[in-house]
């Protein structure tokens, strides 16, 4: 059984309403937002029910992070992660966070994603001409609101976007010895807040799209 892993009921009901009529519907948590949530409540469904469950999907929106003065992903682009960054876990001089001396303590802060199911999912997608752009996400506690903190963090880890769960839900699953794959849809780009809504609803019905296509070819290669 594999185990969808979403941060808001918003986000989870658009995939239950795409997962209605599957013969093998699967697990679906609401994690809460952030990392703290995020890891608390995977930690606890785990503990009871990680026997059961053979691989996690988590899914949602992100904000995009620039790639110099260019765009590298459009609002609603689908994106996959290869690894993810706790970017907030460091010493924070305003616009940039550098990370703690590697060994100052006994915690990870970077997390490989599994790669055979990020291959099963990019070909899942690309079966369904869905285009996805892989590579390093990065998890912070609040949502960037300035361009400059983007750009840090997209030039030091070579990341393209940002999200604020995925990287609590990979230590989680390394911890219970999972497997996990990560799909987003844009829902912003990273740069200096305006006060222009964002496309949340139709990004979080993008992201379930993504997932529920990825779950679909897990399912089937059982």
């Not at 209605?20 to 029910?49: C, F, N």
């Not at 794959?181 to 006060?195: K, L, P, T, Y």
């Amino acid at each position: 059984m594999h185990l969808a892993v979403a941060a808001t009921q918003k986000e989870m009901d658009a995939f239950s309403r795409l997962a209605h009529d599957w013969r093998l519907r699967p697990r679906q948590l609401v994690s809460g937002v952030g990392p703290m949530e995020a890891g608390i409540t995977l930690s606890r469904y785990l503990e009871k029910h990680h026997t059961k469950i053979s691989a996690v999907v988590n899914f949602g929106v992100g904000g995009a992070y620039f790639s110099g003065p260019e765009k590298q992903l459009d609002l609603l682009d689908i994106c996959l992660a290869e690894h993810e960054v706790l970017g907030d876990f460091g010493i924070c001089y305003g616009d940039r966070v550098e990370p703690f001396e590697q060994g100052a303590f006994p915690a990870q802060w970077q997390f490989k994603l599994d790669s055979g199911l990020l291959r099963q999912a990019r070909s899942a997608l690309a079966a369904e001409a869905v285009k996805a752009v892989a590579g390093t996400f990065v998890t912070v506690n609040g949502a960037s609101a300035l361009k400059v903190r983007g750009d840090h963090f997209a030039a030091r880890y070579g990341a393209i976007c940002e999200n604020m769960e995925g990287a609590a839900v990979a230590r989680v699953c390394e911890l219970f010895d999972l497997p996990l794959v990560e799909v987003r849809a844009i829902s912003n780009q990273v740069e200096d807040r305006s006060e222009e809504p964002w496309p949340i609803a139709e990004a979080a019905d993008r992201a379930a799209q993504a997932a529920m296509l990825i779950i679909k070819r897990l399912q089937d290669k059982r």
